[in-house]
């Protein structure tokens, strides 16, 4: 038993940190709304795939890098501690349903990068009414819940996208059409599972990346000859997001490590993961906005476009009550 | 203890109410701060002007209605009702700078400014808040020297709504060598003087009301300067809270409007399970409890416009009524945009139908809007509780 | 309009209070889990009845003193504040039962503090089990909902008595059995509203006087040189209370105010003001214990005995789900 | 990260539970700390030391069983999980006494008391907080003066758990003239000394393990010093933490346990409309919430547990745990007596089924149990996060 990240993990942890912190630089897009152009360079997104960012946890059988969920959900907490924008999280399901479905080339696409994947969510269950990110440049959309995961073609749906508060998502509302272009059930590979622990680890990094950015904030800021951390009320308020973000990603990893040893009860974990990393990003979302005062309601600073982002997540895959009537069911 | 009011009272309600219904916009208030929202604003205050209904609260002598507390309610809680607009770029003339211009200005002062504020014609802002001291205004730094008959400022101010649309500004700067509250004056800035640049600041709702504005050798003749050189501390403390809290109404029936919207709205709207949203007991609850709290707030104003009528003074609520407001918004917006799911992906402004997600996003300026929570509750623990300073 | 006391009103809370210092002070009880003896010594229950307590908003036609709810709120409010033991709540609804169902001289000897009568809660809507306080030496029970209130001899009912939380209440359960003695509907008179609010009072009281033990043990004990009240974390607990005290009082008034004037939605307005005064109960309750620290914990100080009353409270009438249930029903 | 055991960890752990499963006292421990929880108490840890099991954490030099961390953890959950009782009186000796005298003590003072503490024969009780002196243990000011060969002793603790039923107690007391941590000396007080008054505090829940001890010329050796005269400080700071987290566990897994009961009862209880409880939305989802809370807890103790296997160091998230478990306790307990409605009128001790009110009563204690949440709130902004001193 040992929950903390292996060296080889924590490598992954360095290379992408480095890599967007280069490339692909949450501050670029501050002060904007809405992002202009693509949501993301496709130049840049295709060297991510040559890094192997969308085939890491995909067996290596079935053209992957061979890594397990551990090692997917390093990545993704730098993705969303970075706020990067493009549409990481669906390629990556999208190409482990095309894999699984015995469709090669198709995934070898997607993982290459060349193929973008939307990521669409039921807005209720059962529903063909979805709800779309990372919508605009891509021409394939996976869907997927407890029972499994399909992907369409995006050009058989009925979308229209919509005015987004994450600007740097592209988001669009509408109903799947047309028939699936390759499906796997859960059985075979539990794609919405994996689904929610890498969504999770992406709030994970959020909520840590709120809790520098206040913590930071109070540090330095002074009001009345004091740094405004020495007060109480705000030194407690950093104290709680540690808290927050310490257990979202301590879940984040038990989850991802209970899927990886095909535990019996990896399901409820990574429910709870979603839950409580949804929650973290939300609360220290709007503890860090406070801590900065006037400042963090402005679009000056990064803590903004974090609450935008938790709160676009939050939607995705499935919501806080889904996720807590999954735990407790009524009958 | 007494509910009612007066056949007078409610002759008076009955005519705000004619009056509001046949006059507020249709439209609704343009969103973003541009021009056109300035426009609307001054178009609605100078309807209220020619309608009689300008400065409610403000004195008969200087132009205003100088109606009773109980009718300054009145007219509060049937604005609300008749859902008129956010008063928006007329707020610092109506409320704050004309008060303090009443309290403390010369005759040629009063006499110039305050009728254009009552008829919409100036937009004011306020010039308080620097970078390093925003709660606390002691700590203010924009200097003005006096050159003959003028005073000569440079210097930043931030956080200052609406300057990009404003003709003047209450400007608070350090004219005196001496330390934290002394050596400060209150002075009327006219912002189309040279040397002066505003640089509006966009916020995390896509609203842009609020402006640094810099001061480049900017000359104002010392006439301008009200009360004394180095008396401003003084000044801005003495602003008269003219409405006695009657103002605060018009936010909580607006709030418990809202919360009655949401409820009718969760009839209809289906949750993730597929059944409308009241069926589900903690939603329902939720909006219960959020209507309880803003019926205990109209309570608490009740209360304490009551103990204001008989004191004269402001009580102790005032600090209390700002903290649970701040509270409730934030957690109100919150439960509408879990209500609202996949809709709240979708960015709506708050001055249009379903503006859930605009809503929410301002609800996060709550927090800091006059004074943080956490001052307030310094405030409540030390001024009215007794409690030590820290 | 003006929501603050009278003169008149304010003269009902010095009589109270300087009575319930001298007569029956909070202390009396601390250190002991159950009172010995009865709930009230009957000699001082009868100088209370003498006083007038029991009778206050009864009409003078009905052998009453004639004020509105609005003056039974101060008296009660005391009640709470000084945690008093003895059953004034269900006597004060009893006597109206009694008296607007037409009997005067039943009325007559409950007012007179001569016939003790208990209060009984339905365990569920419509059931007739219920929980019983002030059970020990009253003859009589009043049970009271929505639809109206009526009077059992407690020789008819089924009652066990249970080792309770609060030890000061002598409490039971059990089932209503026998024929009513008296019964109104609420048309006739509001009695279930009524006691909503004056138990509300109750809790409002004793949420006020949570507040003031806090502030003052705040203001005096030290910890690292100087008062724990200097500290943000304790000043802020503090200014939470006095908000939620303040709010508890002021919705008590205007529901009996709204119901003195024959306002359309006093019943919310009660529903509101026991809701929520029960609320400010309990967590200010948790706040001075806290404050406390480890003292609170003991029943050496107040704190914890107004934790018992307040939970106890809290589950006579109407419990906090049923009362949001009534505000936003279901359909 | 991995989260397999290996086979010798696997036939531990079915070697533990099997001995668990013949041994554990099938009677509910008694309530309100009177002689007969104290035989008790004594009784089960004489059963642990019979059956090898003293001392888990201890190392083995000392007769403990030196366990690795994993089979400690391992050890505390299926303890959990058999419904192993409390500790109780046995606490400070196992967990507190015993570890500083390993870490600090002569070798006479360990062969003679460490054997006691692990065979169920002695109870040991601290004696550090004083009032005035309970968060700020540097402001102690019982004081023992050297006289002769004997260490004089005036003054008063308080909180002193089980000290009505201690044979020896660790006392931190004041022997030079040195301000705050200086002049402190570390003690092993033999209870039955004449002069030791013990008056027991009754709690809100009905317990009387609390008590005040009070010392008037109370002589004891200066052999019982544990490290030097005026180096009580040192010692006290010194005491092992030989359990790097792993009982925690243990209260977690109790905890997880508890609401999976609470869950079940919902299933047949009926709330005050008729239905289950767990029909009911909000109470369900409360409950989840609390299940998932939990959960999370027992990740962030294993990510701490591997944290300190490797660096052999407590990491920074022993002040999260506390603040989390007592934020977690004090509203799981609220929740079961919401729950439980009218049911809740009774008080039912903590050790017997259904014994929610008392659960709930003493999870007021969580609140300021080893420091207050203020304070692990303090140590997490300051320590962990490197924010400044207020």
């Keep these: ?331 | 203890m007494d509910l009612t009011f007066t056949q007078e009272e409610l002759d008076f309600r009955e005519e705000v109410r004619t009056w509001l219904h046949e006059n507020v916009p249709k439209e609704a208030r343009p969103h973003g701060d541009r021009p056109d929202s300035r426009e609307f604003d001054l178009a609605w205050q100078k309807a209220q002007y020619d309608g009689g209904w300008a400065g409610i609260s403000w004195p008969a002598d200087f132009g205003g209605r100088g109606l009773s507390t109980i009718q300054q309610l009145i007219w509060y809680e049937e604005y609300a009702l008749a859902d008129a607009p956010w008063i928006g770029a007329c707020f610092v003339g109506i409320n704050h700078g004309g008060p303090t211009l009443i309290a403390r200005a010369s005759d040629e002062q009063k006499s110039f400014h305050l009728p254009k504020i009552l008829k919409g014609e100036v937009v004011w802002c306020q010039g308080f808040s620097e970078p390093g001291a925003g709660s606390d205004l002691a700590a203010i730094r924009t200097r003005g020297v006096i050159d003959g008959d003028e005073l000569v400022v440079n210097g930043q101010k931030i956080w200052t709504s609406f300057a990009n649309m404003a003709e003047y500004q209450e400007l608070l700067i350090r004219t005196g060598d001496e330390q934290r509250h002394k050596g400060l004056t209150w002075v009327i800035c006219d912002m189309r003087t040279p040397g002066i640049t505003v640089r509006p600041i966009s916020t995390m709702d896509r609203g842009a009301e609020f402006c640094e504005v810099f001061y480049d050798d900017v000359r104002i003749p010392l006439t301008n300067v009200v009360g004394q050189v180095g008396d401003g501390w003084s000044v801005a403390m003495s602003t008269l809270s003219l409405e006695r809290g009657t103002g605060f109404m018009a936010d909580i029936l607006h709030a418990t409007r809202t919360i009655d919207e949401l409820i009718e709205e969760c009839r209809h709207r289906r949750g993730p399970d597929g059944r409308p949203v009241l069926h589900d007991d903690e939603y329902a609850r939720r909006l219960a409890a959020a209507k309880a709290e803003i019926t205990v707030l109209r309570s608490i104003t009740y209360r304490s416009i009551s103990r204001n009528i008989r004191t004269g003074m402001p009580g102790p609520e005032g600090s209390m009524l700002r903290l649970q407001y701040g509270d409730l918004v934030m957690g109100l917006s919150r439960l509408a945009i879990e209500i609202l799911g996949p809709d709240a992906l979708a960015y709506v402004d708050r001055f249009r139908a379903g503006g859930w997600t605009g809503n929410w996003l301002r609800a996060f300026a709550a927090g800091f809007g006059g004074g943080t929570l956490e001052i307030q509750r310094n405030i409540i623990g030390e001024r009215v509780l007794g409690l030590p300073r820290g």
Tied chains: 1, 3.
């Design chain 1, 1 to 331: 038993m040992d929950l903390m990240p292996s060296a080889e993990q924590d490598e992954i942890t360095t290379t992408v940190a480095s890599f967007l912190a280069a490339r692909l630089p949450a501050t670029a897009h501050a002060s904007v709304f809405v992002t202009p152009g693509p949501e993301i360079d496709p130049v840049v997104f295709r060297e991510c795939a040559e890094l192997g960012w969308l085939s890491l946890g995909l067996p290596e059988a079935l053209g992957g890098v061979g890594y397990g969920l551990a090692e997917e959900v390093m990545l993704f907490r730098e993705l969303g501690r970075g706020l990067a924008p493009g549409g990481f999280l669906p390629a990556v399901l999208g190409a482990r349903v095309a894999a699984f479905a015995g469709q090669r080339e198709l995934a070898a696409s997607i993982v290459a990068g060349e193929v973008l994947v939307a990521l669409a969510t039921r807005d209720r269950v059962g529903a063909d009414d979805v709800s779309v990110l990372h919508a605009a440049e891509a021409t394939l959309l996976v869907v997927c819940d407890a029972a499994g995961a399909a992907l369409y073609s995006l050009a058989d749906c009925t979308l229209t996208p919509i005015d987004p508060v994450d600007g740097s998502i592209r988001a669009a509302r509408g109903a799947l059409g047309g028939a699936t272009v390759a499906s796997v059930s859960s059985e075979i590979d539990p794609v919405f599972v994996r689904g929610l622990v890498l969504c999770a680890a992406m709030q994970a990094g959020s909520a840590e990346a709120q809790r520098d950015l206040g913590v930071a904030y109070a540090g330095v800021r002074e009001q009345f000859g004091k740094p405004i951390g020495a007060n109480q009320a705000i030194k407690h308020r950093c104290a709680d997001m540690a808290v927050r973000a310490e257990g979202a990603f301590a879940q984040v990893c038990y989850a991802a490590t209970a899927a990886d040893g095909g535990a019996d009860r990896f399901v409820d974990e990574a429910v709870i993961a979603k839950y409580f990393a949804d929650e973290a990003a939300r609360l220290n979302g709007e503890a860090c906005v406070q801590i900065h005062g006037a400042i963090g309601f402005t679009t000056e600073t990064l803590p903004h476009r974090h609450v935008w982002r938790a709160h676009t997540l939050a939607r995705a895959l499935a919501v806080r009550a889904a996720l807590l009537d999954h735990l407790v069911p009524r009958t």
